[in-house]
């Protein structure tokens, strides 16, 4: 099915669910499971997204709720994430695609930080696809964060408005279609406020088997929707 501009999403949100369950069913490490969802499945999404002219591109990497895992599971996630920021970054310059982040950033490794940053820095003037980590990300505490700044307005000064404008990335647009693998279909607090009209797409493959032609696959039924915001 072919889509005209006024079909597309202008931005995209993906929760990449299922790399341990992945894993287990091959008798892996649950390592090589966040292995295979980053480098067989991550970057080639990120990568031909603007391909299917996509201009914001979410992704939900690490929550706050992750953080209960098993410490060495975690540790290894931070080296990986390192890792495939620094080795990709030039990648993503030369395709005219922006960094950015949203989430608890300040609880990771400074080297980590160090990496996320320098990558944010590099690409901050690129005028392409714009790809955002969420990162010990959580919808509820991105609300709670909104709240605790703008505690000290007066009533008549909160508004929907002003309530954006104190979330983790203000300039960030709303969620057109949220994408979900793994065949669970539950949100678990990803970008509620942002998502609140967003078309829901659920895949049953793990994330590590997701590949750009099921982008493409979400994206035409999507075109197919219509798209009611209430009325």
């Known amino acids: 099915m072919s889509r005209t501009k006024e079909l597309i999403p202008n931005h995209v949100a993906i929760i990449l669910d299922g ?24 970057w080639p999404v990120v990568l031909d997204a603007p391909n299917q002219d996509i201009n914001n591109l979410t992704v939900w990497g690490f929550s706050t709720e992750n ?6 599971e975690i540790q290894y996630l931070f080296k990986l994430f390192e890792r495939g920021i620094r080795n990709r970054v030039n990648e993503l310059n030369h395709a005219g695609i922006r960094i950015k982040a949203i989430g608890q950033i300040e609880r990771f490794p400074k080297a980590l930080q160090k990496t996320l940053n320098d990558a944010i820095d590099k690409t901050k003037d690129n005028t392409g696809m714009t790809f955002t980590l969420a990162l010990s990300y959580g919808g509820r505490s991105e609300i709670v964060s909104a709240a605790k700044k703008l505690a000290k307005k007066k009533p008549a000064e909160i508004t929907e408005a002003s309530f954006t404008k104190a979330l983790y990335d203000p300039e960030l647009p709303d969620v057109d279609l949220i994408i979900r693998t793994s065949g669970e279909r539950r949100m678990s607090g990803f970008m509620p406020w942002q998502g609140t009209y967003a078309e829901l797409y659920f895949s049953q ?24 915001y209430g009325s």
């Open 67 to 72: 953080w209960k895992r098993d410490p060495k």
């Open 205 to 228: 493959k793990n994330w590590p088997d997701f590949r750009p032609t099921d982008l493409a696959a979400a994206l035409t039924d999507f075109a197919a929707r219509q798209r009611r």
């Open 19 to 42: 790399n341990r369950r992945w894993a287990k069913l091959r008798g892996l490490s649950v390592m090589r499971g966040h292995y295979y969802g980053l480098y067989k499945a991550l």
